[in-house]
């Protein structure tokens, strides 16, 4: 009889999140290493989702309902209180036992701290998940802030192993407190095709909304430099940021001379960025280093790769240091300056096409070798059965 694992995060469930990607990936080892998988979740309503044996499915993965209410004040409190309790309440409805293990992808700390509480009661192993590592500025609230120091210090050192996303939260946040597993991003190198790209225009991808992570000041005025033979030949590509914070981050003659090259993209279909993803011909990723940057891996980096489209990056965290090799599969930069930048972009758009083509075969070739998700089955395999 198959060990049965329960994995919990509020995702919105399949694609509706860098998280439910996360998700999606691990699952799919999961079941590749003879589990019975559970993913409890919100459910992203954009799928049409199969029932199968009273559940429904989506690539063979079960999924449970999360609910959560949609009337506000309720939904923070649920939120801030509730969630650890409407979890421990589903895994008594599955009769979990010690021999099941349950996931958690969450920081939060009344998930954590009720979920630890009835292990010690039924005997079942745990695992969290640890993606982040946020600093004092991410924090809108000093409560906030206490609540997720709470976790981190009291919390995640109860939990049985460790999936840290990156060595950096590994070493400095996890230290010797508890068993870890080192477990980058995943992808799926064979959902999809690679797909052929045009040359007309060298087309630039700028993921993510650039709140906390990502420099997009620096990318979007770095491409307003440009000479206008260079802006001929690009097509700069932003999702996840709306054309107005483009206007307030530039002056007006700054905007002038992006406008032309720029397309800002609204809301997509999954199966629409994917078409988008075939097309382009390089990420752009440019971080200052801080603990925030350290201690991420952004999903964006391998979900890219498998569509043969090269990374720009500043040389910061685990990608650039363990799988980007710079002119080999990527372009990395030392720095978050836009003279730095500008200098890489030009750099881009110096190579023939003959080596840009060499540079997306070899990008893709590290999504299968390094980031494939049937890479990882073994170690993430030995990792759980290890626990007992």
């Avoid at 802006?231 to 996840?240: A, D, I, S, T, Y």
């Amino acid at each position: 009889m198959k060990k049965r694992i329960f994995l919990f995060g509020y995702s919105d469930f399949p694609r509706g999140s860098a998280k439910a990607n996360y998700i999606q990936y691990l699952s799919q080892a999961l079941k590749e290493a003879e589990y019975e998988v559970y993913v409890i979740s919100n459910i992203n309503e954009e799928f049409r989702l199969q029932m199968k044996d009273g559940h429904l499915v989506y690539k063979g993965i079960k999924i449970i309902p999360f609910n959560i209410t949609n009337i506000r004040i309720l939904r923070r409190l649920q939120f801030q209180y509730f969630l650890g309790h409407i979890l421990v309440n589903i895994l008594k409805k599955y009769h979990i036992t010690r021999e099941d293990i349950v996931l958690v992808y969450s920081g939060d700390l009344d998930v954590n701290r009720e979920i630890l509480k009835y292990k010690r009661k039924i005997g079942f192993k745990t695992v969290n998940i640890v993606v982040e590592w946020s600093d004092s500025s991410y924090f809108d609230s000093k409560q906030r802030e206490k609540r997720y120091n709470i976790y981190l210090e009291h919390f995640l050192p109860q939990h049985d192993l460790i999936f840290p996303i990156s060595s950096y939260i590994e070493k400095y946040l996890i230290r010797n407190r508890c068993k870890s597993m080192l477990l980058p991003i995943m992808a799926d190198t064979l959902e999809y095709p690679v797909g052929e790209k045009a040359f007309n225009k060298i087309k630039f991808i700028f993921p993510g909304n650039g709140l906390m992570k990502d420099a997009i000041e620096v990318v979007i005025k770095s491409f307003s430099q440009l000479t206008f033979q260079e802006k001929e030949r690009v097509e700069l590509h932003l999702c996840g940021i709306k054309e107005e914070k483009v206007k307030n981050l530039l002056s007006p003659h700054e905007y002038e001379s992006l406008k032309d090259i720029l397309v800002v993209h609204k809301w997509m279909h999954y199966e629409e960025l994917i078409e988008l993803y075939q097309s382009m011909h390089f990420l752009i990723l440019v971080r200052e280093e801080k603990q925030m940057t350290l201690a991420n891996f952004p999903s964006k980096v391998p979900e890219v790769m498998c569509y043969g489209v090269i990374p720009i990056a500043s040389r910061v965290g685990d990608y650039t240091k363990y799988y980007l090799d710079d002119n080999v599969n990527s372009l990395i930069l030392d720095g978050c300056s836009i003279d730095l930048c500008l200098e890489i972009i030009r750099k881009a758009l110096s190579l023939t096409q003959e080596e840009l083509l060499e540079l997306s075969f070899n990008a893709r070739k590290c999504a299968e070798n390094k980031f494939d998700y049937r890479n990882w089955v073994g170690k993430i395999h030995y990792a759980l059965e290890s626990l007992d």
